[in-house]
């Protein structure tokens, strides 16, 4: 969320991600950092150590997604 | 008084709404009324309104009189208050990367080691269980510094704080240094304080790692097997100083009893970090083996420490078997890296009443 926070603020397209668990500090550190509304997609928990299969299939079932964020910010 | 002011019927009804917020680390504690804080504030010798920092994850500022606050409610006695600010303002080093650190799902806390004459002062433990239970100093302050974390800085379980178990230690582990039985010039010493000097010095780590060994005083080999036993511990193959790149600091606790074997044998304290470093190591191809995904840095054997002076080595607790190492977590931006403060004992001044 910080990475995302950082690249957001020098006006890059930004998505972050964030798996499902750890929804609630990622909406933390965006509200202590300043900038609630940083675009973000949530993800299923877990995502690491998944295979690289479920991986692909992840990232076609959000791309749509991600793609949209990142045209709306 | 700054800040919202909570009320409630009595103390009991305080306490519950303390908790309701949020506000404890779960236990009960000592009602933070304005009378009682602005008594901690006096016990500091300095203003209310002066800020020691920024504590993150919130970036919530430490006042003199929020750390007060948390000295108050973690039982604190205001001969404790010197040591509790001088640990406050250490986290708020920007290089502990309290930030990260609070934010981690590894079980790390903040290690606070008392040395010089702030031990003395404040009635701090380095001998029998000094991690606890039973002592005030020791407990209240590593306390104080918890609430602090959670109460200023925002680090709430589960929300900002994701430690995946938490940890004992994340409750208080604060404890001095054992200068009377130690071999060893002062921890702090290696800091650049003087002997004898008030300073505290902060290092977030797991919790204790027992070493057992017994040694026969006429063993040549003691002292050699002694280092082995405690490099073995450091670079322990599920820990994170093993597979991160060794960047970080570890402590290592060595008891009276131990550290007189490797003062016997003409260990001071630069010999012994560098033979630990040296012997903390593992084979490449088996940490990958193990946790191939996690390993990080360059070399075959991986060392688990690669600077010898990030071993922090200490000497408290009881003569015996056991010394302990604290393993660390060494991530963030500076790498889990020690920290250290002076404790500034001339400010504070008699209380009235205190006895």
Redesign the interface.
């Known amino acids: 969320m910080r990475d995302g926070i950082a690249l957001a603020r020098q006006g890059r397209p930004t998505v972050a991600f964030v798996t499902a668990k ?1 929804r ?2 990622g909406e ?2 965006a509200r ?1 950092e300043g900038m609630p509304e940083v675009p973000q997609v949530i993800l299923p928990h877990p995502v690491a ?1 998944i295979g690289a299969a479920a991986m692909a299939d992840l990232a076609r079932t959000i791309a749509a997604e991600v793609v949209l964020r990142l045209r709306e910010g | 008084m700054s800040g919202a002011m909570l009320e409630a019927a009595d103390e009991m009804a305080a306490q519950e709404a303390l908790h309701a917020l949020g506000c404890t680390d779960g236990l009960p504690v000592i009602v933070p009324t304005a009378g009682r804080v602005a008594r901690m504030v006096l016990a500091s010798g300095l203003d209310g309104d002066i800020e020691l920092g920024t504590m ?4 919530g500022v430490a006042t003199i009189e929020k750390v007060a606050c948390a000295a108050v409610m973690a039982g604190c006695l205001p001969d404790h208050m010197p040591v509790v600010v001088a640990a406050v303002r250490a986290v708020c080093d920007p290089v502990f990367d309290l930030t990260e650190m609070q ?1 981690t799902t590894h079980c790390i806390a903040p290690l606070v080691v008392v040395n010089g004459s702030a031990r003395l002062a404040g009635g701090y433990a380095g001998g029998f269980g000094l991690m606890g239970p039973g002592h005030r100093a020791n407990l209240c302050t590593g306390r104080a510094l918890r609430l602090a974390m959670m109460n200023i800085g ?1 680090a709430r379980p ?3 704080d ?1 430690a995946i178990h938490g940890s004992p230690a994340k409750l208080s582990l604060c404890f001095a240094e054992d200068e009377e039985n130690s071999p060893f010039p002062p921890l702090s010493t290696t800091f650049g304080h003087a002997p004898g000097a008030a300073a505290v010095t902060v290092l977030g780590v797991e919790g204790p790692h027992s070493v057992l060994f017994s040694g026969d005083a006429g063993d040549p080999a003691a002292a050699e097997a002694l280092l082995d036993l405690i490099a073995a511990v450091i670079a322990n193959r599920g820990s994170n100083n093993s597979y991160l790149g060794g960047h970080a600091a570890v402590a290592v606790v060595l008891n009276p009893e131990h550290a007189a074997v490797l003062a016997r044998h003409d260990y001071d304290r630069a010999r012994i970090q560098q033979a630990l470093a040296a012997r903390a190591v593992t084979p490449r191809g088996e940490l990958a083996r193990l946790n191939g ?1 996690m390993l990080q840095g360059e070399g075959d054997p991986v060392p688990a420490v690669r600077d010898p002076a990030n071993i922090l080595l200490l000497v408290a607790g009881a003569p015996g078997l056991y010394s302990v190492v604290m393993p660390s977590w060494c991530a963030g931006p500076h790498g889990n890296v020690a920290v250290h403060a002076a404790v500034e004992l001339d400010q504070a001044c008699e209380l009235p009443g205190a006895g």
């Open positions: 750890f609630p500090q933390f550190v202590a150590g | 993150g994850p919130g970036h934010a925002s589960g929300e900002s994701m995904k």
